[in-house]
């Protein structure tokens, strides 16, 4: 292992330590269809953790089962740092003909149409938040052919969305480094790539 | 490393002991995530809008570029195809972010109820205020700012309506002896546009055109590429008793008894005549021969000789004057001989532009107010309606325009938030900021301005012109239009050349206005010089200083002051900070007994007894005192409220009588010690170069003949021994970033001109819009605790026969490649990034300090405080950049975020960052285009290509930082021998 920028060698209770511990580094994850590292099992998200959404929307449904596109919805994942939220208006756009199969589907499609109607937006409670310092911009993640799933986990199979990667910094090296000399999308490890 | 402990595992496992503890009490806190109900069209998310607009916050009208994000407006920037600003924007200009989200503006319009404010509705309150209009009728008074557009068009039918004859647009500010000088002097009553870029010689008279004198941006810019380093460029000399920033920029600095403008004037005619050098309009002036000025003005007459003869001589010429500081009762007068000056020379029509001129003539004086005050108090009129100045804050006390206001029955007031005169008033109208509003203006003939909603009102607020619609309509007039957007629009077909209107209307839109001005056309000499050239009456002893009041860049006529930005950025002239000063020379100091600046002074002279904190101004003659405006508000919000004092209201009601404008050049002031002290905030300790050659400069000599120049000044024997190689090289080699395409291809510098910098601060403003550095406020600013990243250093330098040079340095962090800062940081939080930038990463930091300590450009800040932002000026914030907290160091990024958007925009086309693509936010508003940002790598990038030129040198190069800003010495332009 190296460590970056600058040797460190100052903090004694690192050398005591060290030999306890060398070799503590778990192997990180495994190469996947589109060329990146995924996240090893043992650091994935809780499906338990799925927050109660306003409205009980089904990715497993509408990715899964209907198969519509992730930038359907997501509109701006390939356009923005910010992958976007759908608008109620996205939401309408089906829903002004779709009402739904079962009762309890129409009875969750009937809280769109009344936040439609209404004119309020949908409160939906967020599950990934990155700390104000970082920078991310998914445009980017996209456009270098990465799929979503990479990250957010096998999202058209989560009848809840829950927070599949953990984004802490370690995780996002992982990959950043094993790409470093990626011959057509390039990564940095700089400090300043993703730190604002 | 090597077979051992990673430092981040070490740290988590020091980490885990106490977060296991901490986690087992905490909840996640649930976070919302709000979509929009109907996806807007122009907004995506992370990605700004811009808008076209155009400032108002002073007569110049430069046009902005909105940025926007999220539906907020978050940053300012010249607008580059603006004919007045080309692209730079002032101080001031961006501090009207600060208008638009200050925590004090009012919700809701609001009623007086006694001493307290009820809230009323919007609908009420038009309906009230159109009642009693309907009342009043010809017994309404109209008052607003300077409105050249269809507002003020607007006001006209509705007073028409009416049958009111009372509309007055007033300014404090308003250059009324300058218009009625070019009134008697070419027939039109018009404050002439001045076209600096085309003068080869400029004399000045007092006017301080770099801050707050006509047009500041247009002319710092056009003085910028007459000079830039030229050896045959403009040379510029300023005749004034007080170095004030146009003045700190001058290449000869002509020190001046206070008051003695026009007889130096005078003077320079004198000679002109009486050598036939050029055509004096009236001839020789009677009584101004160089021995008579010289005992006027002090001006040696062998110096006046050779600048009468240069000035006639140096064609095309410019001489300016006027302005608050020197606006005695002889205003007007001196305001003639300056364009008795130009027309000599013939400069009318080439540098003087009445043709394209600034449409200033509707504006009243301050005497036709004080006739509407009298109308007041004589209970003739009903209702007053403000919108806009602040008379009460602005006029002399004994003028008693607060007892004449008193007088009317029902007082409106049009106003973003309570300042002094709205205090007074029965019913407050909380109008939008123009950022938020449409309107329009015509700051110079041909040049119409047009502003659009660039948001939301933060506020419920509408705009003065809807207002003002309903309220017409209501008494009524029949304007064009179903909306005063239709009005407008009305307004705007005047100034189509035919074809399909919403076509047109859209570009205009677009592109924030239809500039047209006039060509100037040559004007000769039209009046008969029938004027009593008398010098300014000033009351006191003669053994007294002349006292001078001085508007200030960030305060102007006192609107600034509500603005934490404008109060915390350091005036450009005497590095203070949050107060009114009071300059004296340092020789009176000594005679006073002033040690320390902060020793309070008693200031007598004007009608009220002043209490002012002293500065010692180096460079300031000892027959001048000098006070700041703009401070000293009773009202205006929590950052202007009690904080100074207001000289504009303790002065007599003196008067220019030719003009009708305010003498502010008024009485000589006793000055006495007061005794106590109250700490003045200074940016600055020294103004000293101690032969550091910090501000280096060369002469034209030096430049058409270089010699090899010492590279490390003071120490010309120092000389380093073999070729150096920065750490970061070494390191780099090892790393495993080399040879990643990504990070190697660029190496970002800047060159900073400083033949081209005048000091004016708009780059520290703009820093502290696009950074989020944080206000400290003045208990801290004491203690040296400011943020800014970027600031301005101004050095002195003594002549041997007294005079004082000023040079002014933008100095912010040089990037070092083997920086000082970087290797004493213990947590690596400060590190070199392989494109040159010396980074700082905030949640890395834990705040030793150690990296300012080594610094020796004073260039990293830290955080003493946790930011006080109340709402909304949060709404500022820019999303692209960390709010820092308490126990952060910080510093200049080279503006990191905007480097990051030029990035990925080349990535989307596959290409590389074209140069001129990433502007840092210094760079995009200076007014001279001083600061050039760009890629060291990239040989054709504008910024090699300044780095080459002989003038280049970098700050304290001799302690081996190898900074990566490049500086680039003034030029002094030295008298010509004529």
């Known amino acids: ?196 | 490393m090597s077979g051992g402990l990673k430092r981040r595992d070490f740290l988590k496992l020091v980490g885990v002991g106490g977060a296991g503890l901490a986690l087992s009490s905490c909840k996640k806190e649930t976070e919302k995530l709000i979509p929009f109900v109907q996806q807007p069209e122009d907004i995506i998310p992370g990605i700004p809008t811009y808008y076209a607009s155009s400032c108002r916050d002073c007569a110049a009208g430069c046009g902005l570029v909105v940025k926007t994000r999220e539906g907020r407006v978050i940053k300012l920037d010249g607008n580059a195809d603006h004919p007045v600003n080309r692209g730079g924007l002032c101080a001031r200009g961006h501090g009207a972010l600060q208008d638009l989200y200050n925590p004090d503006r009012l919700r809701t319009p609001v009623k007086k109820n006694g001493s307290a404010w009820d809230k009323i509705s919007w609908d009420d309150a038009i309906a009230l205020l159109a009642q009693k209009a309907k009342a009043a009728g010809a017994r309404t008074a109209v008052l607003t700012g300077h409105e050249t557009g269809s507002v003020d068009a607007l006001i006209g039918e509705w007073m028409k309506a009416l049958a009111s004859p009372h509309h007055l647009r007033y300014e404090a500010f308003g250059f009324e002896p300058l218009r009625e000088a070019t009134r008697i002097a070419f027939g039109k009553a018009v404050v002439p546009s001045y076209h600096f870029d085309k003068a080869k010689l400029v004399f000045s008279f007092g006017a301080d055109f770099l801050q707050d004198w006509t047009s500041p941006v247009k002319a710092a810019r056009g003085m910028a590429d007459a000079r830039g380093g030229k050896s045959d460029g403009q040379r510029y000399v300023a005749f004034d008793a007080r170095p004030n920033l146009a003045a700190s920029n001058a290449d000869e600095h002509v020190s001046i008894k206070p008051g003695s403008d026009m007889a130096v004037a005078l003077g320079l005619l004198h000679v002109i005549a009486s050598e036939n050098l050029g055509s004096v309009p009236g001839g020789a002036p009677a009584g101004f021969d160089p021995a008579s000025v010289e005992a006027l003005s002090g001006v040696k007459q062998d110096s006046l000789k050779r600048l009468a003869r240069e000035f006639a001589k140096t064609r095309p010429g410019l001489a300016v004057a006027g302005g608050v500081a020197t606006q005695g009762d002889n205003a007007t007068a001196l305001c003639l001989a300056v364009h008795l000056l130009n027309a000599a020379v013939g400069a009318v029509g080439t540098t003087v532009d009445l043709d394209g001129a600034m449409r200033m003539e509707n504006l009243a004086s301050a005497r036709d107010l004080v006739e509407l005050g009298k109308k007041m108090a004589a209970k003739e009129i009903e209702l007053l309606v403000v919108y806009g100045p602040n008379p009460l804050y602005t006029l002399p006390r004994s003028l008693a325009f607060q007892a004449a206001m008193q007088a009317v029955p029902f007082k409106v007031s049009f106003a973003r938030q309570l300042d002094e005169t709205s205090e007074l008033c029965d019913l407050i109208l909380p109008v939008s900021h123009p950022l938020e509003s449409w309107d329009d203006a015509e700051p110079v003939a041909g040049v119409r301005n047009l502003m659009q909603p660039a948001m939301r009102p933060v506020f419920g607020s509408r705009s003065a012109g809807e207002v003002v619609f309903a309220a017409a309509k209501q008494n009524g007039a029949t304007p064009r239009g179903a909306d005063f957007l239709g009005y407008m629009q009305e307004q705007w077909k005047g100034a189509q050349s035919g074809g399909d209107f919403d076509a047109f209307w859209e570009k205009a839109v677009q592109s924030g206005g239809v500039w047209n001005p006039p060509a100037a056309q040559p004007h000769g000499f039209a009046g008969t010089v029938n004027v009593k050239w008398a010098a300014p009456k000033l009351q006191g002893s003669d053994s007294d200083p002349v006292l001078m009041l001085v508007p200030t860049a960030h305060m102007y006529d006192g609107r600034g002051a509500n603005k934490p930005w404008m109060q915390e950025v350091p005036d450009p002239v005497t590095k203070t900070m949050w107060h009114t000063w009071a300059e004296i020379s340092p020789t009176m100091a000594k005679k006073l007994g002033v040690t320390e600046d902060g020793d309070l002074l008693d200031i007598e002279g004007l009608e009220e007894k002043l209490n002012v904190r002293a500065y010692i101004h180096d460079g300031l003659r000892d027959d001048v005192v000098a006070i700041s405006l703009g401070q000293g508000h009773t009202s205006y919000g929590r950052y202007a409220k009690d904080r100074g004092v207001n000289a504009m209201t303790a002065m007599r009601p003196v008067m220019d009588e030719a003009s009708g404008a305010l003498a502010f050049m008024q009485a000589r002031a006793k000055v006495t010690r007061a005794g106590g002290h109250k700490k003045l905030s200074l940016a600055q300790g020294g103004s000293d170069q101690l032969g550091r050659g910090i501000a280096q400069t060369v002469t034209i000599d030096e430049l058409l003949h270089p010699k090899p120049a010492p590279k490390y000044p003071g120490n010309d024997d120092f000389e380093v021994e073999g070729t150096y190689v920065p750490n970061y090289k070494k390191e780099y080699e090892k790393h495993p970033l080399s040879g990643n395409p990504m990070m190697t291809k660029h190496r970002w510098g800047m060159a900073i001109d400083l033949d081209r910098c005048t000091g004016c601060s708009a780059c520290v403003t703009a820093c502290y819009t696009e950074n989020n550095i944080q206000i400290v406020g003045e208990n801290e600013t004491w203690k040296r605790r400011d943020m800014g990243w970027i600031r301005i250093e101004k050095y002195l330098e003594h002549g041997a026969d007294g005079s004082v040079e000023v040079r002014m340095v933008p100095m912010a962090c040089q990037q070092c490649d083997n920086a000082p800062c970087e290797y004493v940081c213990p947590v690596y939080a400060t590190y070199h990034n392989p494109e040159g930038i010396s980074a700082q990463i905030y949640n890395r930091c834990i705040g030793t300090r150690y990296c300012a300590n080594n610094c020796p450009y004073r260039a990293r800040k830290f955080n003493y405080q946790e930011p006080v932002i109340p709402e909304p000026l949060n709404w500022q914030l820019n999303p692209d950049v960390t709010v820092r907290s308490k126990g952060v160091m910080e510093k200049c990024s080279f503006c990191i975020q905007r480097i990051r958007v030029g990035r990925d925009a080349a990535k989307d086309e596959g290409r590389d960052i074209k140069d001129g693509e990433v502007v840092t936010a210094c760079a995009q508003s200076c007014p001279t285009q001083a600061i050039v940002f760009g890629d060291q790598n990239d040989p054709g990038s504008r910024v090699s290509q300044i780095a080459k030129d002989p003038r280049g040198y970098k700050v304290l190069e001799i302690l081996n930082t190898q900074p990566n800003i490049h500086y680039l010495k003034r030029v002094r332009r030295e008298a010509a021998k004529v």
């Not at chain 1, 589907?105 to 939906?124: F, H, L, M, R, S």
Request: hydrophobic share 35%; aromatic share 8%; proline share 7%.
């Open chain 1, 1 to 196: 292992m190296k460590t970056y920028f600058l040797p460190l060698t100052a903090l004694a209770a690192v050398t005591i330590l060290a030999a306890a511990l060398s070799g503590c580094s778990p192997a990180r994850g495994s190469e996947t269809k589109d060329g990146l590292i995924t996240v090893p099992a043992s650091e994935h998200g809780n499906p338990s953790s799925a927050p109660v959404q306003p409205v009980d929307y089904r990715h497993s449904i509408h990715a899964g089962q209907y198969k519509i596109p992730c930038l359907y919805c997501h509109s701006y994942a390939d356009k923005s740092p910010v992958a976007n939220v759908p608008a109620v208006s996205t939401c309408m756009n089906c829903h002004r003909i779709i009402a739904g199969s079962t009762p309890y589907n129409q009875q969750e499609i009937a809280k769109v149409v009344d936040y439609w109607t209404k004119g309020q937006p949908i409160p939906w409670v967020s599950i990934h938040r990155l700390p104000d310092h970082a920078y991310f911009s998914h445009k980017r993640h996209v456009k270098a052919g990465m799929q979503c799933q990479t990250c957010h986990g096998p999202i058209q199979n989560m009848d809840h969305v829950y927070q599949y990667s953990s984004l802490k910094m370690g995780w996002c090296v992982t990959c950043h480094k094993a790409n470093l000399h990626n011959a057509q999308f390039a990564t940095s490890i700089d400090c300043y790539t993703c730190h604002k």
